[in-house]
Structures are given as C-alpha cells and as structure tokens.
Nanobody, 119 residues
Framework: QVQLVESGGGSVQTGGSLRLSCLVSTYTDSRYCMGWFRQAPGKQREAVAS????????YYADSVKGRFTVSQDNAKKTLFLQMNSLAPEDTAMYYCAAREKWNSRYNYWGQGTQVTVSS
C-alpha cells in the first residue's frame, strides 16, 4: 500500500509561483509512475504532469508546458511540481497519484492540496 501526502498549496497572484510536494510512503525507484492531477470546481479531473522512475520523458498537459516542472527525489521519497507563471485557470485542487508501471490506472491517491490564483 502506497500512501501519499501533498503539501505546498496556497494562494498566489497571477504570475506567481508555488512548489507542490508529495511525500510517498515507499521508495518508488523503478517500479512506479508518479503523477500530478488537478480538479477545478465543476470540471473533470485532468492530468497535469507525470514521471516514471527509471527513464522516459515526463508528460505535461499542453496547458502547463513551459510553466510547470515535475521532478522527484527518490532518496527523500518525494515528488515535486514546480509551478511558475501561474494563472487563474490553474486554480484547482491538486492531487498526487501513483501507479505501478504495469498498471494503466493510477490507483494510489493523496488527499489533495488547494491552489488558488487570483488576478
């Protein structure tokens, strides 16, 4: 069982930055893919960024390319999402998720951290 705890959300103005962290209860090494998702009120949850340990190009949603960066520190069992040039449309609850590489669906989820961007 993998447990995930997000932190780092908050309120910022347009153009500001935030860094989200996700502490993982186990070493993800080469067995897991990790992702960030977000859900705004009244909207479907969407994938923001993901990374698979052991190689491969990180995935980014078109709406965040060039602004967000996903990274992980396996020694600290932490996943990060650096968010720059934030805009009001980035306002959402952000979730960290994990899945085994063989699994097509993310099956471990954190409780979420709120990001609010004001104009």
């Amino acid at each position: 069982q993998v447990q995930l705890v997000e932190s780092g959300g908050g309120s910022v103005q347009t153009g500001g930055s935030l860094r989200l962290s996700c502490l993982v209860s186990t070493y993800t090494d080469s067995r897991y893919c990790m992702g960030w998702f977000r859900q705004a009120p009244g909207k479907q949850r969407e994938a923001v960024a993901s990374i698979c340990a052991g190689g491969g190009t990180p995935y980014y949603a078109d709406s965040v390319k060039g602004r967000f960066t996903v990274s992980q520190d396996n020694a600290k069992k932490t996943l990060f999402l650096q968010m720059n040039s934030l805009a009001p449309e980035d306002t959402a609850m952000y979730y960290c998720a994990a899945r085994e590489k063989w699994n097509s669906r993310y099956n471990y989820w954190g409780q979420g951290t709120q990001v609010t961007v004001s104009s």
